[in-house]
Every structure is written in C-alpha cells, then in structure tokens.
C-alpha cells in the first residue's frame, strides 16, 4: 500500500474510537520514545480531539508514557485570550495536560490574543513557525519538526485544523504558519498550520465521529482536490489513518475498509 493511500478504522461508536484512539496514540508515542527518547505530538481541538484527550487520561496504559520527553504542538488555535475557555489549548489542559507530568517548556501553545502579539494575529502565527523552525533538526529536511503523530478533526465542510475549503490559508504552499481571517466558523480569527506543515508529519491521524461527518469523510476520500477539501489534501509521511465512527463511515463504500473494523 502507497503511503500516500489512506488507511482505514471504523469503530461502532463515538466513545470505542476515542477509547481506542487513545490506546493507538500511546503504543506510538511509547514506540518513538523507546527509539529515539522523546516523541511529537500535535493536538487538535474538537469534539474528537478533546475526547481522545478524556479518553487518554483515563486510560490505565496512560503511565507507559514518560510525559517529561514529549513535545506538544497544536495544529490551530482560537485567536483568543490566555484561558479562554474556546481556546484549543484550554480545553486540552481540561480534558489531560493538567493531570500529567508534562514539562512546562514541552507545552507549546499558540499566541493568545493578549500576548505579546496582541491582536496582530500575522505576527502571532510567524512567531509560531520561528518556534516550529527552533524546534526542527536537519534530519526532518523542513522547517518543522517531524512530528510522530498530527491529529486532526474533520468539520462538517471538510475542515482540517483552521483550513477551510476556498480560503487564502488552504493554498499556502510555502509558509507553516499563518493567521486566519474571516473563518466561516466563529471566532473568524484564528492561526493554523499549513498543509506543508500537516506534511512534515510522519503520521497523520484524521478524526470523524457523528452524522455530521459522513458527507464530508466520504468527499475528502473521494478525488476531491484539497483546496474545495482541505481534509483530502492532510497527509503523513509515512502513513494516512483515518479513525471515524460507523455514523461518519455511513456514506464511505464498504470496499475502502476491512469489515473487521466496524
């Protein structure tokens, strides 16, 4: 199989694929510390994101994981203040990082709005790839690091991260980082990283879960073009997993996945 070519699990429910997301997500960040000492990981928001995070927490395997030697990065924020309760980073710090042993310096969150950017949310998303760049060796050949595992979520309109279909962010090709204005979905501005940045990843996990997701799985794994899907257009490196429920696997032809998933 390609590595270009999207594998996929369909679990039964909403609640099986975090809980078993969960346990996927901490075989492979064991299997990168075990092998190299530290591990990458990029979080995402959502529905999906924060309850593979909830399902993390309460995981009994959750102790395999040396939390001092991992590296969190976000794939999009919420342009909003410190401690809001829309933004990614508070809600992931809700649903685990306050109750792991994370080094502090290992956290990084996106620019707040009250940073020191401000409301300069341009300058708050090139401070962000500067600290991706800092962060990158000369073996991942980008300007990232070469991250283990980027998780994203899938919007009802094929959203990935804060990329969404038609907008200027999505067709970037050369910067990681960039500031979005006039999201369609509120609040209109935000930062995310770029489909070259999503790239740089050895895996890319995409997360679909809910009716609301059927249409948009089965358009991004059709031959949609990724600028009207941004979905279509997130891929790994080394692998595409695709993880949804069978509610968001309803529209996908049953050829695509093994019916030992469901």
Do not use: C
Not at 225 to 232: H, I, L, S, T, Y
């Amino acid at each position: 199989m390609s590595t270009r070519t999207p594998q996929l699990v369909v679990h039964r429910d909403k609640e099986l694929m975090a809980e078993a997301a969960a346990a996927r997500l901490i075989t492979r960040i064991v299997d990168a510390q075990a092998s190299r000492g530290s591990a990458s990981v990029v979080l995402t928001g959502g529905r999906n994101g924060n309850g593979l995070l909830a399902a993390l927490g309460s995981s009994p395997a959750r102790d395999a994981v040396d939390w001092g030697r991992l590296d969190l990065w976000w794939g999009d924020e919420r342009f909003l203040p410190e401690g809001d309760p829309d933004r990614n980073v508070t809600q992931a710090r809700a649903a685990l990082l306050d109750a792991v042993p994370l080094d502090p310096e290992r956290v990084h969150a996106m620019p707040a709005s009250d940073g020191p950017h401000g409301g300069d949310v341009d300058a708050a998303a090139a401070a962000y790839a500067e600290e991706l760049a800092r962060a990158a060796t000369p073996e991942n050949h980008a300007p990232v690091p070469s991250f283990d595992v980027l998780l994203l979520g899938v919007g009802p309109d094929t959203h990935v991260a804060s990329l969404f279909p038609e907008l200027p962010a999505v067709r970037e090709t050369e910067r990681t980082v960039v500031g979005v204005h006039g999201a369609p979905k509120p609040p209109p501005t935000r930062v995310t990283l770029t489909l070259p940045a999503i790239r740089a990843a050895r895996e890319v996990w995409l997360l679909a879960a809910g009716e609301d997701k059927a249409e948009a799985a089965a358009i991004a794994l059709s031959d949609a073009g990724e600028v009207q899907a941004p979905a279509a257009g997130a891929r790994g490196r080394a692998r595409t997993l695709w993880l949804l429920d069978s509610a968001a696997a309803s529209q996908l032809p049953r050829s695509l996945y093994p019916a030992a998933s469901a």
